[in-house]
């Protein structure tokens, strides 16, 4: 028999009876269009790879194809390759898979995670293979704490809040200051006096009216600490002093919680991840507090306006991926930012196995 | 010559200057040639003659605590890197 040179087109009736008899279903939507629901016993090739892969997806070019897209032009273009290309028994569905799936049809979709509402605001981070229906709920159900809603807390929280993270703890019990507004966006000029969590929950909520934000009014000492951090499962550290670093490292490892630390200084920025009894804590890296006058804050040493913004968006890229659990965390590896010569470079950080927090000698 | 890195916080010791050239062929050696010509770094990171257990050094991207202290060797061609922490963030 000479081979075919014309293929069918089925209604959805008639494909059905063809995957009953055993036809071979090539589905040729692409993987986001798969992903919202497919065909059981479909294989995926999408129409633009149709020439690169099929002869490894169907090699026995006699193999009965049914093939099908959304609504029937895809398969049409796919199947007319096929024919031209040796496949001599080809059928293209020239219906919509929905009467497919009227007329009962075998049909799989995944269990709606988002509501219609959250899928249109966060469709643009859905699309993302890595982030996907499954990795948005994730960031939905997630809570992260900020310490500081100043210069770092600022960028992470308006970034965080807008790409769906469900709640967002912040603790500061500082009001805001004009001269905080150079680079502290989360706040405004007509909020000067106004509690910094305050001022933070009208912004974060004008963004995303989905935010859930949590204010702790108060400051991290040794008395709080546990509490605050407790049901929160990543902390973001943006304090401005050492004593507070220190205290929230040592609860942070206790409680088994991973801490994104970012400091800044005029020009230079650092960025680490530091996740407990995996990788190194603070103690790890500096074992021993320095004395304050090499820790100036922001208000003696000054502070570049954008410098807290590339630090606090690094941070804020170190959360998604600790929360969605792909990806490469600079745990072990501390990033340094310089300003004026637009440089990064990264130094290893290691676990220290006499670290007083989470060393040999510590309690796992 | 090998180079020497200066962190922000301790650039006021060396007049401003971001990396220095100094020469010697391990850590102590460096910081010695290093703090020869920078009199003021060295009251900044040395307690009791010795570096500040607060400053951490690196060689390359290397902690010289993970390998052999200040006498951990130095190439003409590696960088060495003193870091303090750093603490400014929220305020």
Not at chain 1, 114 to 136: C, K, N
Not at chain 1, 263 to 290: A, H, K, L, N
């Amino acid at each position: 028999m000479p081979p075919a040179t014309q293929f069918r087109e089925v209604s959805a009736a008639e494909a059905l009876e063809l995957a009953a008899s055993g036809w071979r279903i090539l589905d040729v939507r692409e993987q986001v269009e798969w992903n919202e629901g497919h065909i059981p016993s479909a294989t995926l090739l999408p129409l633009a790879d149709v020439p690169s892969r099929i002869a490894e997806v169907v090699p026995d070019r006699e193999t009965p194809l049914l093939v099908h897209c959304a609504v029937g032009a895809r398969s049409l273009r796919a199947s007319a390759w096929l024919i031209q290309n040796g496949y001599t028994n080809v059928a293209s569905l020239k219906a919509s898979l929905l009467d497919w799936r009227r007329l009962g049809g075998a049909w799989e979709a995944p269990e709606q995670l988002l509501t219609p509402a959250q899928l249109r605001r966060y469709s643009r981070q859905v699309l993302i293979p890595e982030i996907g229906q499954a990795g948005q709920r994730k960031l939905l159900d997630a809570k992260v704490l900020l310490i500081g809603a100043g210069g770092l807390g600022s960028p992470v929280a308006l970034y965080l809040g807008a790409s769906g993270i469900g709640t967002i703890g912040l603790v500061d019990d500082d009001v805001v200051d004009e001269s905080n507004l150079q680079r502290q966006v989360l706040h405004a000029s007509d909020r000067v006096g106004m509690s910094k969590t305050e001022s933070a929950r009208i912004t974060l909520n004008g963004l995303n009216p989905e935010t859930r934000v949590v204010e702790h009014r108060e400051r991290l000492g040794a008395e709080n600490v546990g509490r605050l951090i407790a049901d929160y499962d990543v902390i973001v550290d943006g304090t401005d002093n050492f004593d507070t670093r220190y205290l929230l490292n040592d609860a942070a490892v206790k409680l088994r919680k991973p801490v994104i630390h970012g400091s800044i200084y005029r020009w230079d920025g650092q960025v680490t991840t530091f996740v407990p009894f995996e990788g190194p804590c603070y103690r790890c890296m500096y074992p021993t507090q320095p004395p304050p006058e090499l820790a100036p804050a922001c208000d003696v040493a000054g502070v570049l306006g954008v410098l807290p913004g590339i630090a606090g968006l690094l941070q804020a890229n170190e959360v998604f991926k600790l929360i969605l659990g792909v990806g490469e965390t600079l745990a072990g590896r501390l990033l340094m930012f310089d300003a004026m010569s637009t440089e990064f470079s990264e130094v290893r950080i290691w676990r220290d196995p006499a670290c007083p927090a989470c060393g040999e000698g510590s309690i796992q | 010559m090998s180079t020497v890195r200066i962190p922000p916080v301790l650039r006021e010791s060396v007049g401003g200057s971001r990396s220095l050239a100094a020469q010697g062929t391990t850590v102590d050696e460096v910081l010695a040639d290093l703090f020869a010509n920078y009199p003021a770094l060295r009251d900044r990171v040395s307690q009791d003659g010795q570096l500040s257990p607060f400053v951490n050094v690196y060689v390359n991207e290397g902690d010289v605590r993970y390998r052999d202290g200040l006498g951990t060797a130095v190439g003409p061609d590696d960088t060495v890197i003193l870091l303090p922490a750093m603490a400014g963030g929220a305020r």
